[in-house]
T-cell receptor
Framework: GENVEQHPSTLSVQEGDSAVIKCTYSDSASNYFPWYKQELGKGPQLIIDIRSNVGEKKDQRIAVTLNKTAKHFSLHITETQPEDSAVYFCAPLGSQGNLIFGKGTKLSVKP | DAGITQSPRYKITETGRQVTLMCHQTWSHSYMFWYRQDLGHGLRLIYYSAAADITDKGEVPDGYVVSRSKTENFPLTLESATRSQTSVYFC??????????????FGSGTQLSVL
C-alpha cells in the first residue's frame, strides 16, 4: 500500500527560530501535496498546499518545497511563534484519489 | 454560523449499540468525508460522498454506514459498536470543484468511547 512518513515526530524550537518538517511518500503518481495544522481539540486546518508542477510555494511565514525525484516534500516555518504550536500533518494524494495522512509532527514553540 | 458542525462533541456508548454521529455543512460543498483519528495512525478515510445519494467506501469502512439524503448532511452510523471503534471522528467537506480530495475543511470532531 501507499506509505507516508513524517519526520521528526516531535520538534521543539525556541520562539523566533525556524522549523522544518519532512514528509516522504511512496506513490510516484502523487501530484498534490498539502499540509494541515491541528490545534488541540480542533479539526485539522489546511495551511498550505502545492502541486507537482511547482517546486516551492510561500505564504508569509510558511513555505512548502517539493522534490518529486526523491519523493519528499517539506514544511518550513520561519520566525516561529507560540501560536504555531500544534500537530502538523502531511497528506499527499494517493492513487485512489484520496489523501493519505502522515502520522503527524508535534511542534512545540517555547517562548 | 457558516461552516461545518459535528454533533455530539462527546459520546460514550456500549458494545453492540447503534450510534449515529451527525455532520452538517452550510457551504453547499458537493464532497463530504468521514475520517477517524487514532494515535499512531493519523487520519484514515472511512466513507466519502460526492453528492446527495452518492457515497463510496474509503480505507476503513467496515462496521460503518453512511447516508446522504441532503447535500448539507452526512451522518455516520455505527450499527453495532465495538471497542475498536473508540476514536475521534472528523467530518470534512471539500470546496474544490476540480479535485474532490483538495481544500478540505474539517469539523471539530466527535470523541467516541465504546465501553
Amino acid at each position: 500500500g501507499e506509505n507516508v512518513e513524517q519526520h521528526p515526530s516531535t520538534l521543539s524550537v525556541q520562539e523566533g527560530d525556524s522549523a522544518v518538517i519532512k514528509c516522504t511518500y511512496s506513490d510516484s503518481a502523487s501530484n498534490y501535496f498539502p499540509w494541515y495544522k491541528q490545534e488541540l481539540g480542533k479539526g485539522p486546518q489546511l495551511i498550505i498546499d502545492i502541486r507537482s508542477n511547482v517546486g516551492e510555494k510561500k505564504d508569509q511565514r510558511i513555505a512548502v518545497t517539493l522534490n518529486k525525484t526523491a519523493k519528499h516534500f517539506s514544511l518550513h516555518i520561519t520566525e516561529t511563534q507560540p501560536e504555531d504550536s500544534a500537530v502538523y500533518f502531511c497528506a499527499p494524494l494517493g492513487s485512489q484519489g484520496n489523501l493519505i495522512f502522515g502520522k503527524g509532527t508535534k511542534l512545540s514553540v517555547k517562548p | 454560523d457558516a461552516g461545518i458542525t459535528q454533533s455530539p462533541r462527546y459520546k460514550i456508548t456500549e458494545t453492540g449499540r447503534q450510534v449515529t454521529l451527525m455532520c452538517h455543512q452550510t457551504w453547499s460543498h458537493s464532497y463530504m468525508f468521514w475520517y477517524r483519528q487514532d494515535l499512531g495512525h493519523g487520519l484514515r478515510l472511512i466513507y466519502y460522498s460526492a453528492a446527495a445519494d452518492i457515497t463510496d467506501k474509503g480505507e476503513v469502512p467496515d462496521g460503518y454506514v453512511v447516508s446522504r439524503s441532503k447535500t448539507e448532511n452526512f451522518p455516520l452510523t455505527l450499527e453495532s459498536a465495538t471497542r475498536s471503534q473508540t476514536s475521534v471522528y472528523f467530518c470534512a467537506s471539500s470546496e474544490s470543484a476540480t479535485s474532490w480530495a483538495e481544500k478540505l475543511f474539517f469539523g471539530s470532531g466527535t470523541q467516541l468511547s465504546v465501553l
